[in-house]
């Protein structure tokens, strides 16, 4: 094997590594996280603004991390530093018991972390582009590390404590500073030309409401799931196993959409999608048996998997290319940031008010409301 191919070998398996450790660092705490506070007999709603932190200093720091990870000397080092931060900055509460210490630990855990994924993707991306390797062939193995991490450490806390997931987590964010060495990511750092703006026109407002009605739905689940399987009877070794069932639907939804999107159009399959949504929460908050949440949780490789699909194609078929990084930066900051954090604190006080009943029933609601604007968005085909 020449040097080249050496290299090329090198980089990608720091790549696989690197997301598989990450994610799995993700599996390990964002399931328990919610079960871990209730265990400590924090309110629900003191969970639910704990729980917002992460979307919260998603949605404000993310373009300030870049911007010094750029003017950074040395790249490498800074996200090796940043990801060992991230990492220890749980520890506290292994030993720590107040809702104070609790919000210091999870706002130090976001502020080194949000930005580590962006970087990497860039890393990822200009690797594929340059040896014509797909990109999601390597962030494959991010959605398999959170699958294997969230079946490990539903049978760890089983065994050990709400608490143990933390040193789990801690492990595995610390293990992820080795791959980073193989990635040169100095090398793929790039200078990208200034995209163009989006007109905040009809169709990009009532695009953007249905963004964050909708995806307020991953707060409500990521934060309750878990509570809602212990209410049931069920422990959270079998909550490891419906999350990792429904990451595996989503991995098989992820490959087939593309599919999908050469019959449909992508609004037709991002409405299916919520639909399903509006069933699977429908059935988790009406039900209390564990195989109905079990089998509801399948469902996320719609909620999730092709609506991720169809939403990133409609960018592109309706803003086109130039336009795309822009319509995916009001898809994850006010999406997924704007709508975790609403989401965050609307179903804390729906659990205060009415349980994990409630708190689902109010999902379901979200995500029918959702589809109205879905209906009258314009068309990308």
Same mark, same amino acid.
């Given at each position: ?14 790549? $696989? ?10 599996? =390990?705490?964002? +399931? ?14 003191? &969970? ?29 080092? %800074? !996200? #090796? =530093? ?18 104070? /210490? ?10 080194? #972390?949000?930005?580590?994924? +962006? ?17 999601? @062939? ?25 608490? /143990? ?9 610390? *293990? ?5 060495? *193989? ?10 030309? @200034?995209?163009?703006?989006? *007109?905040?026109?009809?169709?990009? !407002? ?13 707060? %409500?689940?990521?934060? %309750?799931?878990? &509570? ?10 079998? =909550? ?80 086109? =290319? ?45 995500? /029918? ?6 209906? $009258? ?5």
């Amino acid at each position: 094997m020449n040097k080249k191919a050496e290299s090329r070998f090198g980089i990608r398996a720091g790549l $696989i590594t690197f997301y598989f450790l990450h994610f799995s660092t993700l599996g =390990a705490i964002f +399931p328990y996280a919610g079960y871990f506070f209730k265990s400590r007999e924090f309110s629900g709603t003191e &969970i639910g603004i704990l729980l917002a932190v992460f979307p919260v200093m998603k949605f404000l720091a993310t373009s300030l991390w870049t911007e010094i990870y750029s003017r950074a000397h040395s790249k490498t080092l %800074f !996200v #090796r =530093a940043a990801a060992v931060m991230s990492s220890v900055s749980m520890l506290p509460l292994f030993f720590m018991n107040s809702f104070t /210490a609790a919000l210091v630990c999870l706002t130090l855990f976001s502020l080194f #972390r949000v930005g580590i994924i +962006p970087v990497m993707d860039n890393a990822a991306m200009g690797f594929a582009e340059e040896h014509g390797t797909a990109y999601g @062939r390597m962030r494959l193995y991010g959605s398999l590390g959170f699958t294997v991490s969230a079946v490990v450490s539903g049978i760890v806390i089983d065994m050990f404590g709400a608490s /143990a997931f933390i040193i789990q987590f801690t492990g595995m964010g610390l *293990l992820c500073t080795i791959p980073v060495g *193989l990635i040169r990511l100095e090398h793929w750092t790039r200078l990208h030309r @200034r995209a163009e703006s989006i *007109l905040f026109d009809r169709n990009t !407002v009532v695009m953007t409401v249905m963004l964050i009605v909708y995806l307020s739905s991953n707060a %409500f689940h990521g934060n %309750f799931f878990n &509570i809602k399987v212990s209410e049931a009877g069920g422990s959270q070794t079998l =909550a490891g196993y419906m999350w990792a069932a429904g990451v595996l639907c989503e991995i098989l939804l992820l490959y087939f959409t593309d599919s999908l999107l050469k019959r449909f159009s992508a609004r037709q399959v991002m409405f299916f999608s919520v639909f399903m949504a509006v069933i699977r929460y429908t059935l988790t908050a009406l039900t209390g048996s564990l195989a109905v949440l079990f089998l509801a949780n399948m469902l996320h490789g719609f909620t999730y998997g092709s609506f991720h699909v169809a939403a990133l194609t409609y960018f592109r078929r309706v803003f086109g =290319a130039d336009r795309q990084l822009k319509a995916q930066s009001i898809y994850s900051g006010l999406g997924f940031g704007l709508g975790s954090v609403g989401g965050s604190f609307i179903s804390g006080i729906a659990y205060d008010l009415s349980g994990s009943t409630g708190v689902f029933a109010v999902t379901a609601a979200l995500c /029918a409301f959702s589809m109205l604007p879905l209906l $009258i968005m314009k068309t990308d085909r």
